[in-house]
T-cell receptor
């Protein structure tokens, strides 16, 4: 069944370690996004990608790295995890960037940095 | 930076009651979307409104986009426990900007 999947769903890591969150979509959507969700802040855009090999910063990109070598994958890497990066991370995709386009979200990756 | 505010932040009501939640901004958006998010899952799109003054109905849910395209409301008639969740509005600017959400709890 087509969809957008994230892995791992749950991760505990130590401060300073590198962590990669994976995202895979089967729709061949052009656009992919990474958001973090924190209480009181809602969903904040970290990075987005309009197509393979094209990425751009969102609202809160510091401390994160993304890549998009293939249309279907959009991994998010925390180069040196900090406690402030404890959050729920959502990957999302959409067919276009048009105003009326639906954004489809994955189920989220719960990351705790200790 | 375009910001969206939502009110109330939390709402707890009894089954059968009506409610309205609001999404406001000082910025104009080309479109506005409402999503519902259940615990442990990602947000799911409910509706998109694109025209100022537009009203859309989805069963017991009524969505309205303000005339100036800066605000929106979601009205639920005869709320049911299955309506429980986090309701997020998202405005389309350069990217989609999400509000912080209204957490609704409908008690049986």
């Amino acid at each position: 069944d087509a969809g957008i999947t994230q892995s791992p769903r749950y991760k505990i890591t130590e401060t300073g370690r590198q962590v990669t969150l994976m995202c895979h979509q089967t729709w061949s959507h052009s656009y992919m996004f990474w958001y973090r969700q924190d209480l009181g802040h809602g969903l904040r855009l970290i990075y987005y990608s309009a197509a393979a090999d094209i990425t751009d910063k969102g609202e809160v990109p510091d401390g994160y790295v993304v890549s998009r070598s293939k249309t279907e994958n959009f991994p998010l890497t925390l180069e040196s995890a900090t406690r402030s990066q404890t959050s729920v991370y959502f990957c999302a995709s959409s067919e276009t960037a048009d105003s009326g386009n639906t954004i489809y979200f994955g189920e989220g990756s719960w990351l705790t940095v200790v | 930076t375009q910001l969206l505010e939502q009110s109330p932040q939390f709402l707890s009501i009894q089954e059968g009651e009506n409610l309205t939640v609001y999404c406001n901004s000082s910025s104009v958006f080309s479109s506005l979307q409402w999503y519902r998010q259940e615990p442990g899952e990602g947000p799911v799109l409910l509706v998109t409104v694109v025209t100022g003054g537009e009203v859309k109905k989805l069963k017991r849910l009524t969505f309205q986009f303000g005339d100036a395209r800066k605000d929106s409301s979601l009205h639920i008639t005869a709320a049911q426990p299955g309506d429980t969740g986090l309701y997020l509005c998202a405005g389309r600017g350069q990217n989609f900007v999400f509000g912080p959400g209204t957490r609704l709890s409908v008690l049986p």
